[in-house]
């Protein structure tokens, strides 16, 4: 019988996942995850509910860096911030090709295996479009001084960006908001970042910071002074929206100074 594990949509969830399926040897082929609620259910197919601990997903990952090595698990992270649906069960798949390997820490090469290239593919795509908003992402200065963006991705990438503007902004307070996952990266000048989950939160201050009032004089000032530099570099003759859109698709552009009216 087909087993679905229903399991939160993180890392420590779908790792927990990974855990009841070895624990309740419910067989691993016939085994699949799904992120939160399946939906409509079907008929001939045991649910079984996961909940998220802290003990056996530190387990599970500390057995896969000791086993499969750093590669299979910075890939595997980065699998699970994907917002494809089938992420969970990859990534079980790849942990148990893993697992049943000759030379488990060479996993990742061997992309004929079950889970592997998918996880690969994931991660890639993840990464990609992390590298994109590495340089998309818009700070503003509030009227207190805090730096904030916002920003709304596919995949969950505050694990990965927050780590980068940490290393290059850590003088100053500033906090990245996810609204599409309702999530927030929150860094105190000199320390460390937080992750926050809270979509209440994040999408109160897409509310609050919707509009100029919240933004410093500087902040207003500069934005305006950027647009218009943008404006004056345009070349009308080579226009290319085309070429544009590929180079900066269309949905980071909402939370861009470049392309927002407030300013």
Known sequence: MKTVLCCEDSLEGILCGVYEGWAGKYGHASVALALGNPGQQELFVRYVQVPTETEPAQKVYRTVLRVMGEEACEQMELAAMSHREDKGTAIYQLIVSGFHMAQPGRVMEALTLPGVQRVTELAGSVWKEAHHLMGFVRFAESREGTLVAFMQPKAQLLPVLAPHFADRLPGENWVIVDVAHGQLAVHQRQTSWVLL??????????????????????????????????????????????????????????????????Y
């Open 197 to 262: 989950r809270d979509a209440a939160l994040a999408e109160q201050m897409k509310e609050v910071f919707a509009g100029e009032e919240r933004l410093s004089e500087e902040e207003l000032l500069f934005g305006q002074l950027w647009k218009e530099f943008c404006s004056s570099i345009t070349i009308a003759g080579r226009n290319n929206p085309a070429l544009q859109n590929q180079l900066l698709p269309v949905r980071f552009r909402p939370f861009m100074t470049e392309f927002c009216e407030k």
